[in-house]
């Protein structure tokens, strides 16, 4: 690993929205936004004070199209968002990888190519 690059967060949208039935299905988008926004704000408790962080939210479906803002990245993925994480973790090189999803697949999927996973509670509060 570099430890001079960056810790990359890569944060699963649907997965860490889907995790609090609070209404999101009405509105994915606007869900993903604020979820966009939360990470923004706050960052990923516990992670920021040990360096810098790069934040990346993929979205798919229904929340494609979220706009990035300043400290988070949005990839909207062409088919499955699963996939484009994976994709992005593949990419990461030697940098550090964070993934915040609790699909159990894609947490081993990307584990095999080294990053490390925590579950959605990590940024929802």
């Given at each position: 690993?570099?430890?001079?690059?960056?810790?990359?967060?890569?944060v699963d949208a649907a997965n860490v929205v889907g995790s609090v039935p609070d209404g999101w299905w009405r509105d994915r988008k606007g869900a993903?936004?604020?979820?966009?926004?939360?990470?923004a704000s706050d960052g990923v408790?516990?992670?920021?004070?040990?360096?810098?962080v790069e934040i990346v939210l993929v979205v798919e479906g229904a929340a494609r199209g979220v706009e990035?803002?300043?400290g988070v990245r949005v990839e909207s993925a062409a088919g499955s968002g699963d996939d484009h994480i994976v994709d992005v973790v593949a990419g990461?090189?030697?940098r550090p990888v964070l993934v915040v999803t609790a699909d159990r697949e894609?947490?081993?999927?990307v584990g095999e190519?080294?990053?490390e996973v925590t579950?959605?509670?990590s940024v929802r509060p």
């Open positions: 690993m570099n430890s001079n690059a960056p810790l990359l967060v890569v993903a936004e604020r979820l966009r926004d939360r990470l408790p516990g992670v920021a004070a040990e360096g810098p990035s803002v300043a990461a090189g030697a894609l947490r081993r999927r190519l080294g990053a579950g959605p509670r």
